[in-house]
């Protein structure tokens, strides 16, 4: 059994930063990759970033690249999502996932991801 939990969201000014973090529980961190996904009320889940196994290397959704950093920390068993320069569009419940079927490949598709953390919410005021 793994155990995500998301903490690190709250309100933030547009402009602002927000730090994700999800610790993760259960089962050998290093040995998949992990996901960021988002869900804004009344949309459907939509990913945001992911990083293979190792931290080798990530993918960005359009909407957030050059703006948002994803990473890990293996001896930690936790991932980041660092959050620059925030937009009200970012406001939404942000969740992490992992992906055990292919650890050295990154991929968008939710249907890879299992473990869903509960998720945190963040909110960015115009």
């Known amino acids: 059994q793994v155990q995500q939990v998301e903490s690190g969201g709250g309100l933030v000014q547009a402009g602002g930063s927000l730090r994700l973090s999800c610790a993760a529980s259960?089962?050998?961190?290093?040995?998949?990759?992990m996901g960021w996904f988002r869900q804004a009320p009344g949309k459907d889940r939509e990913f945001v970033a992911t990083?293979?196994?190792?931290?080798?290397?990530?993918y960005y959704a359009d909407s957030v690249r050059g703006r948002f950093t994803i990473s890990r920390d293996n001896a930690k068993n936790t991932v980041y999502l660092q959050m620059n320069s925030l937009k009200p569009e970012d406001t939404a419940v942000y969740s992490c996932?992992?992906?055990?079927?292919?650890?050295?490949?990154?991929?968008?598709?939710?249907?890879?991801?299992?473990?869903w953390g509960q998720g945190t919410q963040v909110t960015v005021s115009s």
């Open positions: 996932a992992a992906n055990f079927r292919s650890p050295a490949v990154v991929t968008t598709d939710p249907r890879m991801y299992g473990y």
């Open positions: 259960g089962r050998t961190f290093s040995g998949y990759a």
């Open positions: 990083i293979t196994y190792n931290g080798s290397s990530t």
